[in-house]
């Protein structure tokens, strides 16, 4: 199977989004049962979430056996994203309460945590064929969407608005486990296989998840070709990060064709994009000490940018952003707002703009992602995990110390097993 392919490609055509079962396809006399399932279920450590600012060493039953179209995942590494971080803050939000329970897994909190992770195939499906292209041990990255295929969304190609919309991580559907847990259960259709020849490091694949969020941003874009183009990015922090590294994977930034400018006020953060070479030095802009707009106008012969990508959600910057766009540029927003977005009419009518919104990720973002990330089109990404700590100490030194130091951190990853923190 090629690297970077989900298990639905290799069985069906391209762009389809159905799965077809290898064991509907595939005689009796090429079936394996033994040794693809485990006949009992163990018990293994997890972080659950029970609230606000309450995640809980536990020791939980095992996944249960894989069911049809299931494989068991030993997890490597889960990654905190804002959406935990918000949710450890201020939740719940995403994550279902007793009362309202989740529409597909009919699971609400507790649960495990962690929606970013990346593993190796420890179980099969009773019945997986000897020659599927999954084999126990092969190094995986999940997709962790759950969505329905039915609802209107998911069925004109938005899975990422699905209705019924969901993640392992925060909306149960792991068999008990998620990417803070020992193990997992997924569907086959979840899993984007790695190579394990040593091309790739597995370490920092854990990243592809956060990187489909700019990939999809890109994408909602409307643009096929970015080469030559000129970008602003507002904010430099992961988001932001996702977006420059997309771009650069496209061909677009420093030392490439067109330009690409980012307006960030923090300094260590404005130090990764510096040090990763996302942007030159003359073309990253701190907005409390620059003019933003005068500065893009400067950069691009009067002209103006092309495109805006919001990464930050701010009035000022939204405000800097249109007006440094050319006539008839895009502002895309990737941003949540925690106040109404209102449009600068000023600028936005006088000038034609297009404003564009860009939300979460599907099915070819990641896809795309894993494939780039594969071919190299995403070197030197490692460098976005800030730090990599044991579940055990995910709250304290993880959570908290996002809470306290944000701006430090890009990425922090955990791990249940000794031997990634040590090797």
Known sequence: MPSGKTLSEAMVDRGSLLYMSAIATTSNTDLRVASTRPTRVGKMKAARYYGKRDIRIETIPDPPPPGPNQVTIDVY??????????????????????????????????????????????????????????????????????????????????????????????????GGGAGFSEKVNVEMRMCHVLPDDGSVD??????????????????ASG??????????????????????????????????????????????????????????????????????????????????????????????????????????????????????FKVPMQFAFYRELTIKFSMGNN?????????????GKFAGAEALITRRLPVEDLAEKGLEELVRNKDDHVKIVATWRKDLLNP
């Open 202 to 219: 597995l370490n920092s694949v854990v990243l592809c998840q956060p990187l489909t969020v700019g990939r999809h941003a890109l994408s």
């Open 363 to 375: 099915d070819d973002d990641y896809r795309e992602v894993v494939e780039d990330f594969v071919a």
């Open 77 to 174: 590494w889960g990654g905190i994203c804002g959406t935990d971080l918000h949710e450890y803050t201020s939740g719940p939000f995403t994550i279902n309460t007793p009362d309202q329970p989740h529409s597909i897994t009919k699971e609400h909190l507790p649960v495990t945590f962690g929606h970013e992770f990346c593993g190796r195939i420890s179980a099969l499906a009773s019945g997986y064929p000897a020659d599927g292209p999954l084999k126990l041990g092969t190094p995986i990255m999940v997709d962790p969407r759950i969505v329905c295929r039915k609802c209107t969304a998911c069925t004109s190609g938005c899975d990422n608005m699905c209705a019924n919309w969901g993640y392992i991580g925060l909306n149960g559907g792991g």
């Open 223 to 340: 643009i096929t070709d970015f080469a030559g183009l000129n970008v602003l990015v507002l904010g430099g922090g992961p988001v932001g990060l996702a977006v420059l590294l997309n771009l650069r994977a496209k061909g677009v930034g420093a030392g490439l064709s067109g330009r690409v400018l980012v307006s960030e006020p923090t300094a260590k953060r404005s130090e990764m994009i510096r040090r990763l070479g996302l942007a030159g030095p003359a073309d990253l802009l701190d907005p409390m000490a620059s003019n933003v707009a005068e500065v893009c106008r400067a950069r691009t012969g009067g002209r103006g940018v092309d495109i805006v990508f919001d990464c930050a959600g701010a009035e000022e910057g939204m405000l800097a952003g249109m007006e440094s766009l050319r006539l008839k540029g895009t502002y895309l927003n990737i941003a949540g707002w925690k106040q109404p």
